[in-house]
């Protein structure tokens, strides 16, 4: 292959040539120059290739044992610490994060973590929760699907969330199934290295290769017809919620599992008590959430709810200049640039007031001014979800409410968000309200935070990545957290009267490793089943 | 109100008159005649009520202790045995299901024990498992999604899968949801009766009236308005899978959970060692469950796997003979009736041979000869899914497969099923067959069943009464067993540095009642959390 041709794409366990429609290259964010080799947009030849191989390999892993998946996902973990400084440099390079702390020491670190907690969960048995009615001869337990998970990562997490070693790719791996990675365009090149890090750890451990494959683009028609095949078993996407409710609406008329992840605004609700408090550090707090990482998060705070009063101007004309001083970050690509241009076109045009910002940054990379906005509570009422446009990127409106009962109204009127957040004064003075606030907050997000903000997505299996709709296609399930993440792509597989020594090792009357917790007769125990 | 009004609808806490589009009445199925009051066909006027009303019953409840949704349940248990022998005399006229044993000793004692089951678990809270890192201080739980939950009864389960008082009703309400009945047009009397004293029972504890409402029947347009509502949360519908599918499709496309459970063909796998060593059991065995209720359950053996020989046409005459001399029973409805034949028609159109039956029984009722037909593996792989239509009823097709290469290409073209069996020798000697059809049939179905026919849904907590596509719309849940049924219908709450005297009593430190098994840093416990 000579150096010109496009960069070849992994399926049936072998890097080949596409079979391409086209090709595309990476931007370097901070010149808006092309970098870095040609990658191939894939035809729907390539497609069927891999969901055949997928297919297969999903009765391969089936009949593989939790250790060696463990395994698998141990030796990739490894593989990518060796790889650590070679992945950061690609990954700073097609993303502008900054190479140090956020993707050497927190990104990398975190990402492996993620794959080591599947990898337990695995071997411990863990997310399987084996339940078992010992009078009825009823036993059951979570499964692999029994087909290819479709992985589409993100533009914003080139390690973490990637559609090759991130969350979702090591949940569905975790239960025993194959993935048929799509990369995020954004990095491709971190991506394929990613796909060669799982391939060798893959051929070392004897699992079927095409346990992993990776397609870098297709066309928006192949990939509904992609996450709508019949030989697909479920899809996981995190992105924008354009792209994510067209392949939503593919997958669902074919009954195929779809599970998105797309971000939204986040609402933090600052009561008076704690301006009054602590008001300096809260404008850093809400400051240092809002522009982290040019509030390029799905769980950036794009809506603060506050109640009109002085110490509220005091507050937000602290907050004003603290965006206007803090340094404008580089933007992931042009995308998410001109997304941000018109997002934040159309929250004014909508009404909302420009406090600071709202222009593109006059610089070489590309950028966006850091950019608050605001609206009073009635404004915002007059037409909510458009006030609730995501503006993904340093961008945040605050929305002044006039009395208690607006911002009860306002709540009232929000969308389904992965999380939200109260800040309240210290003592108790201001309990009553809080109450009355999370009650509504309560059914509108996953997350609920107090005195907290919503960046920073803890590996933890109490999280809840994830929230009612438009934020997620189902409340009931976390992108995030070993083992619940997992549950997404498990099927529960019930077995009734079958012969003890043909059931799965979690279900036997032996406790397989005497650790496991299962569910038996409706307690939970570690301990063995004694056949009256 | 004249007695030749139509009877009332529950909305808002009231049972008041519909603003009817038109009426309806409810068959004998024993004489094909018109029995009972009118019913009204409502308006989009009556769901907007309804939904308006189930919204603001979502907040109400939400404030309602865990004890006294149990009590409700558990009074509304009560009166539905005070009015027992009412309500088997009306579900015995509407459906002409046997009054003794079914609705009186089998399915009223089911429907009120399953009812206590979903008591006992918002009592114990179990259904809800808390899951605390205590380091992180992350904790989450399952709650309530928020707004009324849809429920579509199905015409073969008068009590036990009622839209009220069945599984999804108390699976609904047990999760702290609001339930906005949708009653079938084919048992409304027994329906309306179910109401009565579920509304009775919501007095009695005083909970918010419109935590049960009841519309009878809407039209298809105002149905799909109904699902796909913003105000809804979810919808569970047991029924027809045409009707499932209309109804998906719209509350898919905006965002709203829809939980179908629409039946299948349920394939029984009988090898030859079963046969050999019992086949007169076995026949009375597979005869037994096909013709159970006159083949009326989801769960009913549609398709039945045999290997060709002597053993299984010698099987397969007694099987036609126990047909035969098995008398016929009546049919739920015309619509059964008109489906059962028709897909008997479209089955042997498809090319399979009709052993016995095949026609409508020439009686008063509604009904159908008991139909046994028979296709060979080879011709069934030429169109699988033709030979996989459901025919709803006393109807089975046996598929003879060549040799075991032929049975596995069977068994790989099946569609997703709520049940699978497997018939084997008693001895360990098809052990390597066995498990060579279990590993494809596991992907296939929700419960796989080992020397057991599918028929006959166990109230346990390891039953799964679901499955893959297209028997049911998501593989991770099962419609029956409490607690697991419980979780379709919640969302997970995190609550990430919430100040302690804030959280739900579930995730406090102390555990409420010292019984509650929740997962603390990975392990499951009763005790208390310690903070250090």
């Known amino acids: ?287 240092g959430s809002c522009l982290l990482g040019t509030g390029q998060f799905c769980t950036q705070p794009g809506l603060v709810l506050l109640l009109a009063g002085d110490t509220t101007e005091d507050f937000v004309s602290n907050l004003i200049r603290r965006f206007e001083e803090s340094p404008t970050g580089t933007l992931l690509g042009e995308g998410v640039e001109r997304n941000l241009e018109r997002s934040v076109e159309g929250l004014m045009k909508a009404g909302a007031e420009r406090l600071t910002g709202g222009s593109r940054q006059p610089a070489e990379g590309f950028g966006f001014q850091n950019t608050l906005l605001r609206v009073d509570g009635d404004r915002f009422l007059k037409n909510p979800l458009n006030f609730q446009r995501e503006a993904f990127g340093n961008e945040t409106l605050l929305v002044i409410a006039h009395d208690t009962a607006e911002l009860v109204d306002v709540l009232g009127a929000l969308d389904g968000n992965l999380t939200g957040s109260i800040y309240t004064s210290r003592d108790k003075g201001e309990d009553a309200l809080y109450a009355q606030v999370a009650r509504i907050l309560r059914r509108k997000v996953g997350r609920l935070l107090n005195d907290k903000m919503p960046t920073g997505v803890a590996v933890s299996p109490a999280m809840n990545h994830g929230g009612p709709y438009p934020a997620a296609s189902h409340p009931g399930f976390t992108a995030v957290g070993m083992p619940p993440a997992i549950l997404r792509f498990a099927a529960l597989h019930c077995y009734d009267n079958v012969r003890e020594h043909r059931l799965p090792v979690e279900l036997k009357d032996k406790n397989l490793t005497g650790r496991l917790w299962r569910r038996v007769d409706g307690e939970w125990t570690r301990g063995d089943i004694t056949r009256v």
Do not use: C
Request: glycine share 8%.
């Open 1 to 287: 292959m000579s150096s010109g041709d496009p960069r070849p794409v992994l399926i049936g366990g072998h890097w080949r040539a596409a079979r391409a429609a086209g090709h595309f290259r990476a931007a370097n964010p901070q010149t808006r120059k092309p970098i870095g080799p040609l990658y191939p947009v894939s035809t729907r030849e390539d497609v069927d290739d891999a969901l055949r191989a997928g297919i297969e390999a999903a009765g391969e892993i089936a009949r593989a044992s939790a250790e060696r998946i463990a395994a698998f996902l141990e030796t990739f973990a490894r593989n990518i610490e060796s790889a650590g400084p070679d992945l950061v440099r690609s990954a700073h390079e097609e993303t502008a994060l900054p190479a140090s702390p956020r993707l050497a020491d927190v990104e990398l670190p975190r990402t492996t973590d993620q794959i080591r907690q599947a990898a337990a969960a695995v071997k411990s048995r863990s997310w399987t929760m084996p339940t078992i009615d010992t009078k009825a001869d009823i036993r059951s337990m979570y499964g692999p699907l029994g087909g290819p998970v479709a992985v589409f990562g993100p533009n914003n997490f080139p390690f973490a969330f990637n559609s090759i070693a991130g969350g979702d790719f090591a949940a569905a791996v975790a239960a025993g199934n194959p993935v048929i990675a799509k990369a995020n365009p954004g990095h491709p090149r971190t991506t394929e290295m990613l796909a060669r890090l799982a391939h060798e750890a893959l051929l070392d451990i004897d699992l079927p290769p095409a346990v992993v494959q990776l397609l870098y683009m297709m066309s928006n028609e192949d990939g509904e017809r992609f996450v709508s095949h019949p030989s697909i078993a479920a899809t996981a996407f995190t992105g924008t919620r354009s792209s994510a409710l067209a392949l939503k609406r593919a997958a669902d008329r074919a009954g195929k599992l779809f599970y998105m992840e797309t971000g939204g605004v986040n609402p933090v609700v600052i009561l008076p008590g704690a301006l009054r408090e602590r008001l300096p550090e809260t404008v850093e707090e809400l400051a």
